[in-house]
């Protein structure tokens, strides 16, 4: 058994396209500087359905990648996506983050998106990471921070929902606040020079299309996506879930606004 949580946000069609949404929103911001020489061997962990994999592969043609995923279902969508995309650059594998199937110092590059939110031991995954990295070799980590989430009209039934989320997640054994942590996590993992950069992603009535990328399409969809589970396990009722979401697709509108933070950390072996 892997120290995974069970991914908090399911593996549904909506929520593959939620994931694809998300990555082209977000792709500028995120994967800024972040290119790899030809010939460069590149280990992406936690590749899911492939929504970052794409943007990697197609930033730096000339670089191999091995993705891994520890769900054979993900992979499946990963390599559709990758193959629809023309990138040739990829080879995908199952696999699971504690248990690597590579040789020590195998890969210059580490690439890690929205993964150690989802696990129940973050600074392990870290250190087995360290293991297949050559040293010199630099690890990037991406991660998100629900607790970082700001709009306007303000709502209390709003953050009710979005903690519901960040609860929930909790409660499998992740942490949907790790972006914050991720400093900390780096240097007691035994990491060098180590930079966190906060990359604000911050929508209003001036940029609809963000409005409705970010607000919408990437936050609030990936809130509702866990309803089944608020309600069910009795974090909220019915009737407040209802508000929360509804508030939070007010701050899309003309004059509502909507911010967020994600965090992006590069450091090295």
């Not at 396209?17 to 790899?36: F, K, N, V, W």
């Amino acid at each position: 058994m892997s120290q995974a949580t069970d991914y908090v946000h399911g593996y549904s069609a909506r929520e593959g396209a939620r994931l694809s949404d998300q990555a082209a929103a977000l792709a500028g911001m995120l994967h800024a500087g972040t290119r790899y020489a030809p010939g460069s061997r590149v280990l992406e962990v936690g590749c899911g359905t492939g929504a970052q994999t794409v943007i990697l592969a197609g930033n730096s043609p000339a670089a191999e990648f091995t993705s891994v995923d520890v769900s054979g279902r993900s992979i499946a969508e990963a390599e559709r996506r990758v193959t629809l995309a023309g990138c040739e650059n990829v080879r995908f594998l199952q696999a699971d983050i504690f248990r690597l199937p590579f040789r020590p110092s195998r890969f210059d590059h580490v690439f890690v998106c929205f993964v150690l939110e989802h696990l129940s031991d973050p600074a392990g995954a870290l250190a087995a990471l360290m293991t297949v990295l050559k040293p010199g070799g630099s690890l990037t980590v991406i991660e998100g921070d629900h607790g970082s989430a700001y709009f306007h009209p303000a709502s209390e039934q709003a953050r009710r929902a979005i903690q519901c989320l960040i609860d929930l997640q909790q409660h499998a054994g992740g942490d949907s606040l790790i972006g914050r942590r991720l400093y900390p996590l780096l240097v007691q993992a035994g990491y060098r020079d180590v930079q966190v950069t906060p990359l604000v992603a911050y929508a209003d009535g001036s940029r609809p299309d963000l409005a409705d990328a970010i607000t919408l399409k990437t936050f609030t969809a990936m809130v509702e996506g866990v309803a089944d589970q608020a309600l069910g396990e009795g974090l909220i009722d019915a009737a407040s879930w209802s508000a929360g979401i509804r508030d939070l697709r007010r701050a899309a509108d003309d004059d509502g606004t909507f911010c967020y933070t994600f965090f992006k950390a590069v450091a090295s072996r």
